[in-house]
């Protein structure tokens, strides 16, 4: 499954910002003139932020979806002990030998999709970690033309005020997006 990334960049930066802040304790900006920085730190007060990726590629001649969920580690992490008391230590040797199963019930929970209206049966295919980041695929099959996507998706809202879900939904070259997070967790789009 190949999805690429329409704001890789912005993702990447962030992965940098979270590794900086987890690692040295602080934020780190590379390149800026020091009085700038003073200047924005005088009169702007740091906020860490939330955000998941979730790319959605529906094939219509296969009448198949492909869901690819991007979250950072930490975060995630957190909400899985939130809710099971279990840390999955993803991505390390000591990770929970049921660290699948985990990660599978938290996101059958928390995403949800519907084509034309009729709720569609989500498939795990897997899970890997990347550096700083954990993707999470499923797959739906036997969809019907789509028209509508309705996606509902609250992954981490609970463990974050500040989280957001952008959602990229994809047919045949054209995306479409949602910005999803507390206060709207779902929302809809149309081809």
Same mark, same amino acid.
């Given at each position: 499954?190949?999805?690429?990334? *329409?704001?890789?960049?912005? &993702?990447?930066?962030?992965?940098?910002?979270? %590794?900086? /802040? /987890?690692?040295?304790?602080?934020?780190?900006? $590379?390149?800026?003139?020091?009085?700038?920085?003073?200047?924005?730190?005088?009169?702007?007060?740091?906020?860490?932020?939330?955000?998941?990726?979730?790319?959605?590629?529906?094939?219509?001649?296969? *009448?198949?979806?492909?869901?690819?969920?991007?979250?950072?580690?930490?975060?995630?992490?957190?909400?899985?002990?939130?809710?099971?008391?279990?840390?999955?230590?993803?991505?390390?040797?000591?990770?929970? *030998?049921?660290? /699948?199963?985990?990660?599978?019930?938290?996101?059958? %929970?928390?995403? %949800?999709? *519907?084509?034309?209206?009729?709720?569609?049966? &989500?498939?795990?295919?897997?899970?890997?970690?990347?550096?700083?980041?954990?993707?999470?695929?499923?797959?739906?099959?036997?969809?019907?033309?789509?028209? /509508?996507?309705?996606?509902?998706?609250?992954?981490?809202?609970?463990?974050?005020?500040?989280?957001?879900?952008?959602?990229?939904?994809?047919?045949?070259?054209?995306?479409?997006? $949602?910005? &999803?997070? %507390?206060?709207?967790?779902?929302?809809?789009?149309?081809?």
């Amino acid at each position: 499954m190949v999805i690429g990334l *329409k704001i890789s960049d912005m &993702l990447q930066t962030q992965v940098e910002v979270k %590794r900086e /802040r /987890r690692h040295a304790g602080k934020f780190v900006f $590379l390149g800026m003139n020091p009085a700038l920085l003073l200047a924005l730190f005088l009169h702007i007060s740091v906020h860490p932020f939330y955000i998941s990726m979730c790319q959605i590629e529906l094939r219509p001649e296969a *009448k198949t979806a492909e869901v690819a969920i991007k979250c950072f580690t930490d975060d995630l992490e957190k909400a899985l002990v939130a809710e099971t008391g279990v840390n999955p230590r993803l991505g390390t040797p000591a990770e929970a *030998k049921d660290a /699948r199963q985990m990660l599978e019930a938290y996101f059958n %929970r928390h995403f %949800r999709l *519907k084509v034309n209206d009729a709720a569609a049966s &989500l498939q795990w295919v897997g899970f890997e970690v990347e550096m700083d980041v954990v993707w999470v695929y499923f797959e739906a099959q036997n969809l019907p033309k789509p028209q /509508r996507i309705t996606v509902f998706n609250d992954v981490l809202v609970r463990e974050f005020e500040n989280q957001n879900n952008i959602v990229q939904v994809t047919l045949t070259g054209k995306t479409k997006g $949602l910005m &999803l997070g %507390r206060g709207k967790t779902s929302g809809e789009v149309q081809f």
